[in-house]
């Protein structure tokens, strides 16, 4: 597992930390060309201008104070600086204790809301909870069905209704159910395309209110999916869900495997303070993992 799971940190590891150690190489001692070229491999990270632009002077500050003076100890320090970042607001995985709680996952098209579903919905059953899965993505025949395949598999139930109907329905009717059956934790799909953005968003807008109402609490996770490929242009997007939805309580990176991007993660976990609470490494059922920050750096910074 662990290989594996370092395997899908590969290309993001060669990206940022293959260039480091190449330019400690090439530069042991600290000066003006060395934080010229460590801003760019940076930058060119996709950790973001302005991000990459306070490392570098907060790790100037840190040499001058610290008697650092090989660029070796100062990517070292670097690499303690975006560890800080990445564990700020870091939190552990809302669970309610004996009532249902409701986790709900939102995001673009394509991204990989369901197939994530089923991650999390093995990783919970695994450690002894009671799942149940809710097909509220009625916009596409296709979502239902490939939900209902990895609830059969899964051995986890799938309330679900025809393609076309309203989510809001199917989404009533499975926290009826979930709570009937004794649940500890009822996931709900939903649509990441609708005939428009504006569309989607009133959607999940109501979708939130509906389960307020039924649940009589908020959703203990709304969970805003972020494809790690998209690099920069996450943030973006993720203003523009959480501008509509600002209950949104987690991220989950999906697809790092197949991107040297992972870097975007640090701006993300800096500028939106939303925290991290899975990334997800692979397409198959066993490819995720909570996000703990220290293996997030080692995975793409290497060994800390
Ligand atoms: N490589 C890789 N593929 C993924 C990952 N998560 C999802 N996928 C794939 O992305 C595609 C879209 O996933 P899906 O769950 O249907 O996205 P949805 O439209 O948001 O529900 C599928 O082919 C998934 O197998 C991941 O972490 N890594
Ligand atoms: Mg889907």
């Known amino acids: 597992m662990l290989n594996k799971w370092l395997n899908g940190f590969k290309k993001t590891q060669e990206n940022i930390l293959g260039r480091l150690n190449a330019l400690v190489k090439i530069a042991p001692v600290i000066n003006d060309l060395f934080y010229e070229n460590l801003e760019e491999i940076l930058v060119t990270s996709d950790i973001g201008v302005k991000t990459s632009l306070e490392l570098v002077e907060a790790l100037k500050n840190e040499v001058k104070a610290g008697k ?5 100890d100062a990517i070292n320090k670097l690499r303690e600086l975006i560890l800080d970042i990445v564990k700020m607001n870091n939190q552990e ?3 309610s204790k004996d009532e249902l709680s409701v986790y709900l996952f939102i995001g673009v098209n394509g991204v990989g809301k369901t197939t994530t ?11 002894g909870l009671k799942i149940m899965f809710c097909a ?10 490939q ?31 979930a709570k009937a059956r004794g649940i500890d934790v009822l996931l709900i799909d ?9 569309n989607l968003m009133e959607e999940i807008k109501k979708i939130d209110k509906v389960i307020q109402r039924e649940d009589g609490k908020k959703p203990e996770e709304i969970f805003l999916l972020i494809d790690s490929g998209t690099g920069q242009n996450a943030m973006a997007s993720a203003e523009a869900f959480i501008k509509n939805v600002p209950d949104i309580t ?16 640090i ?15 692979g397409e198959n059922v066993n490819d995720i993992d909570e996000f703990v920050p220290e293996k997030f750096i080692e995975g793409i910074l290497g060994e800390v």
């Open 267 to 281: 701006p993300l976990i800096k500028e939106l303070n939303i925290p991290v609470k899975f990334i997800c490494l």
């Open 68 to 72: 650092i003076n090989e660029t070796k």
């Open 136 to 145: 509220g993505d009625t916009f596409r025949a296709g979502a239902i069905e």
């Open 93 to 95: 995985l809302n669970i």
């Open 190 to 198: 939903t649509a990441g395309r609708l005939h428009n953005k504006k």
């Open 147 to 177: 939900l209902k395949v990895w609830g059969e598999s899964l051995k986890i139930p799938v309330i679900s209704q025809k393609e076309g109907s309203d989510p809001a329905a199917v989404i009533f009717d499975s926290i009826e159910a």
């Open 250 to 265: 987690g991220l989950i990176l999906t697809k790092l495997d197949g991107t040297a991007k992972g870097g975007m993660a």
């Open 117 to 127: 579903i089923a991650k999390v919905g093995n990783l919970l059953q695994k450690r």
